[in-house]
Structures are given as structure tokens and as C-alpha cells.
């Protein structure tokens, strides 16, 4: 048996390292008091920022609302700001003739145009006229080679001479029963048939002089001396501007104003400051149901300096008032509801409904709603409501500028 051997690791005494655990429990047990006052002091210390936090912004509350106080304090000192007036200018309401017209525009026309063609062909020998020069009915314009019309007519008639001699000699020998009466009427109508060769030759050879058909100016020429123009060519344009004419398609509801004879006026910016008077000459019958328009046709007479194909602004008045009660037209309201203006009464812009009647030009006749002598807004309206308190300037009595419309609009915007 062998012996048994003891574990050097091994012994029943005390380790060595027991007094180094002693020292660590102690040291434990000394800072596990400090550890846990520590972890209930933070709660504390969180409790009291937050604290000082809600003071702050209390105090920051405190003193906003002490500063409010004293601006409603200052704004309170003389109660309710007063309104400050807004500069107008006014125009008075007065008694005027006003008329009633409808304005249109259209393109003048010439009725009486004809363009000059050629009735045969030919070689242009010689141009007689030129464009602008004033021609009348039958004047020749320009002549054509004519050699070989000429020599037709000259045929035709040596024709017509031979029967005409022949039909004498056959009368004679009718008379002494030598020939036939139906041999004597062959020759007859062999006379007649080249008479009319004959007229026609001649009427060709007059083709070669081109004449105008109507009196009037020459618009345009289209041939050259030396051209060859064919049948029908085209060769000189000529308008008749004596009388002229302007077209209007008039709405429907102008039905029952229009009338013939009733005076038109006429203003073309090819003449400036000159207005050209005329007359319906004829209305359509008919509306058209596409347009709802009816032609209204007016004359003009040519001289003056009206032209073909000019372009002007027409008016035509159909009634008219002697003493009727008018504003201007800028101190109307533009808005979409019923004709409105401002009148100034007590220092204050009143809107006032009206009813209006005939619009002449820059004025607009009041049916209702207004005096003679009320003033009315007819600048810085858009600055102004219902009740605001104006001031009344204009003619030199204030140096204050008064905003335009479009100004007023502007700073609203902003």
C-alpha cells in the first residue's frame, strides 16, 4: 500500500489570502451608504432644475405681459385711433346733352371697281395710262398690235362689195324675168351673211384699243409695253371712288335703332383730326343666325380724302338728350354688381347706387340716385371704402398728391 501524500494547495487552515477579502467587504461596506445617498440625491437635484425652469419662463411671461400692458396702456391714453382722411378729387354732377350712338370699326369699299381685261390676243404696242391717273368711261388705256384685224375687215368688206354688185345685177335681171326669184334671194342672203363677217372683223379690230369701262382712277396696271397677252388676260384695275362704303355687322339688339339715313360719322388714323360724315344708305333684312349680326351698309362720299380700303372707327348716333344729368365716367365703380359711384356728403364717401342712362363718350347720363351739385369721387376711389373719411383736394388748394387707381391698387397688394 502506498502511502498518502498530502495536497501542498490543500489545508484545512485559513488561506493566506483571507485578510485581502477582509479589507474589500470593509471598504463595501463603508461605500455602499455614500453610493445609495448618492442615487437618491439626483432625483432631488433634477426636481430642482426643472423648478428654476418654470421660474424663468414665468418670470420671461410675466414680463411680456407687463410690456403688453403698458403699450395697451400707452394706445389707451386717447381711447380709439382716429381715422385718418383720405385725399379724393371730386368733379360735381351737372346738366349736359349726351347722346346715344353705337361705335364700330370697318374697311372702307369701293361699289363701283372693274378690272379691264383683254378681249383678243395680241402684242401691247402702246400704254397710254398710268396708275393713279383719273380715266373716264371709254378712254382708251392702251392699244394692241391691230395688223391682222385690219387685214380681215378688208377682206370682209371686198366680200360685201362683190354681192352688193351682184345683187343689183340679179334685181335687174328679176325685173326682165332673165333669172330665178329663189336664185335672186340666194344672192341676198349671201349679202347679209358677209355684212356680218364684215361687223365682226371691225368689232375685232376695236378690241385692239383698250378702253375703260367706268369712270374713275387707275388702281393698277398689270401689262408692259412689248407683252403678248392672250384672251381675257388681266391688264388694268379701275376703281370708282366717288362714293365709297363701310360695312358694320351690328348685334342683334341695334335692330330696332338702326334706320336709313341716319348720319354716320367716320374717323381714320391715315387722316388725324379730321372726322368724315355719311348716312346709312341700307340695313339687311335678316340676322344671321350664326353670328347674331345683321349688315348695316353706311356711304361716304370720295373727296376729302377718304380711300378705298382705308380702315376707321364709326359711329352712328341715333338719339339724343339736351339736358340730361351726368358724372364722369371714372367716378363709376368698377365692380360686378349694379352701377355705383362714391359721393362725398359730411366729409365722408357715401356709396351711392345709381341708374344710368345713354354713355357719350368720357361722360354717363344719371337716371337715379344723384343730384345736380353732388360732388362724386372721381380719383383715389379705390382707397376708399363706404363711410371713410376723405379730404377734398384739387385746383391748387392742396400740394398733396392723389394716388391713381392703379397706384391705390398697387399698395394694397403690398
Given at each position: 500500500?502506498?502511502p ?36 437618491l440625491?439626483?432625483?432631488a437635484?433634477?426636481?430642482?432644475g ?26 389707451g391714453?386717447?381711447?380709439?385711433k ?57 378712254q ?15 377682206q ?12 343689183e ?17 340666194q344672192?341676198?342672203?349671201?349679202l ?17 384699243s ?38 358694320l ?15 354716320v ?22 340676322v ?46 368698377e ?41 362724386v ?5 379705390v ?32
Open positions: 500500500m502506498k498518502i501524500r498530502s495536497n501542498p494547495n490543500h489545508s484545512d487552515a485559513t488561506p493566506p489570502s483571507a485578510p485581502g477579502t477582509f479589507r474589500r467587504s470593509l471598504a463595501l461596506s463603508i461605500l455602499a451608504p455614500a453610493m445609495i445617498a448618492l442615487v440625491a439626483l432625483p437635484c433634477k426636481g430642482g426643472s423648478a428654476d425652469a418654470k421660474a424663468s419662463q414665468a418670470s420671461s411671461k410675466s414680463d411680456d405681459k407687463d410690456s403688453k400692458d403698458k403699450d395697451v396702456a400707452k394706445d391714453k386717447d381711447g380709439k382716429e381715422d385718418t382722411a383720405v385725399p379724393v378729387e371730386v368733379a360735381k354732377v351737372s346738366r349736359r346733352p349726351v347722346a346715344a350712338s353705337y361705335s364700330g370699326t370697318a374697311s372702307l369699299d369701293a361699289p363701283g371697281e372693274a378690272q379691264v381685261v383683254s378681249k383678243t390676243s395680241g402684242i401691247v404696242l402702246q400704254i397710254l395710262t398710268e396708275e393713279g391717273q383719273r380715266v373716264s368711261k371709254g382708251v388705256l392702251a392699244r394692241l398690235d391691230s395688223e391682222h384685224q385690219r387685214l380681215q375687215v378688208e370682209a368688206a371686198s366680200a360685201v362689195r362683190k354681192l352688193e354688185s351682184n345683187y345685177r340679179s334685181q335687174k335681171m328679176v325685173a326682165a324675168k332673165l333669172v330665178s326669184t329663189e336664185a335672186n334671194d344672192i341676198r342672203y349671201d347679209e351673211s358677209a355684212r356680218a363677217t364684215l361687223n365682226i372683223a371691225q368689232l375685232e379690230l376695236s378690241y385692239t383698250i378702253t375703260a369701262p367706268i369712270s374713275g382712277v387707275v388702281a393698277q396696271r398689270m401689262v408692259k409695253q412689248g407683252n403678248l397677252i392672250a384672251l381675257n388676260a388681266p391688264l388694268f384695275r379701275i376703281v370708282d371712288d366717288s362714293r365709297l362704303e363701310a360695312v355687322n351690328v348685334p342683334e339688339r341695334e335692330l330696332a335703332t338702326m334706320k336709313p339715313g341716319l348720319v360719322t367716320m374717323q381714320v388714323d391715315a387722316v388725324a383730326g379730321k372726322q368724315f360724315s355719311g348716312k346709312i344708305d341700307r340695313i339687311s333684312p335678316v344671321d343666325s350664326g353670328s347674331g349680326t345683321f349688315r348695316v351698309v353706311c356711304a361716304f362720299t370720295g373727296d376729302g380724302g377718304l380711300k378705298p380700303g382705308m380702315f376707321g372707327r364709326i359711329g352712328i348716333v341715333y338719339d339724343s338728350r339736351t339736358n340730361a344729368l351726368t358724372i364722369p365716367r371714372v367716378a363709376l365703380l365692380d360686378e354688381g349694379e352701377p355705383a359711384a362714391y359721393a362725398v356728403r359730411d366729409g365722408k364717401a357715401v356709396r351711392v347706387s345709381l341708374k344710368l342712362g345713354y354713355v357719350d363718350g368720357e361722360v354717363a347720363e344719371v337716371r337715379s340716385g344723384l343730384s345736380e351739385g353732388d360732388s369721387v372721381t380719383a383715389g376711389k382707397a376708399i371704402r363706404d363711410g371713410a373719411k376723405v379730404q377734398v383736394i384739387g385746383g391748387g388748394g392742396s400740394a398733396m398728391k392723389v394716388p391713381t387707381d392703379a397706384e391705390a391698387q398697387a399698395v394694397a397688394k403690398h
